[in-house]
């Protein structure tokens, strides 16, 4: 089983930046790919940002630019680092880490977007 724990979320005014982290812990394995998503009221889930165990990543169009997802191997941890922050950005938002055919979720961290 892997634990996945979300820290970093928050309210925030437009145009201001916030970093969020995942840490996984439990029985861990080298090769996988961890996942950033979102959801908002009455929306579906949108895959943000991703990064595999190789370091390649993917951004969403609409989060290109402005967000930037890294990791630190040594500590379990990836991170989700959100700058120039729009309202359309307010969400819940979860990592989930897929690895031996499984995927673990996190509970999720708010982000809100307000002035």
């Known amino acids: 089983q892997v634990q996945l724990v979300e820290s970093g979320g928050g309210l925030v005014q437009p145009g201001g930046s916030l970093r969020l982290s995942c840490a996984a812990s439990g029985r861990i394995f080298s090769i996988y790919r961890m996942r950033w998503y979102r959801q908002s009221p009455g929306k579906q889930r949108e895959l943000v940002a991703s990064i595999v165990n190789s370091g390649f990543t993917y951004y969403a169009d609409s989060v290109k630019g402005r967000f930037t997802i890294s990791k630190d191997d040594g500590k379990n941890t990836v991170y989700l680092q959100m700058n120039s922050l729009k309202p359309e950005d307010t969400a819940v938002y979860y990592c989930?880490?897929?690895?031996?055919?499984?995927?673990?979720w996190g509970q999720g961290t708010q982000v809100t977007v307000s002035s």
């Open positions: 989930s880490r897929i690895q031996n055919s499984a995927e673990y």
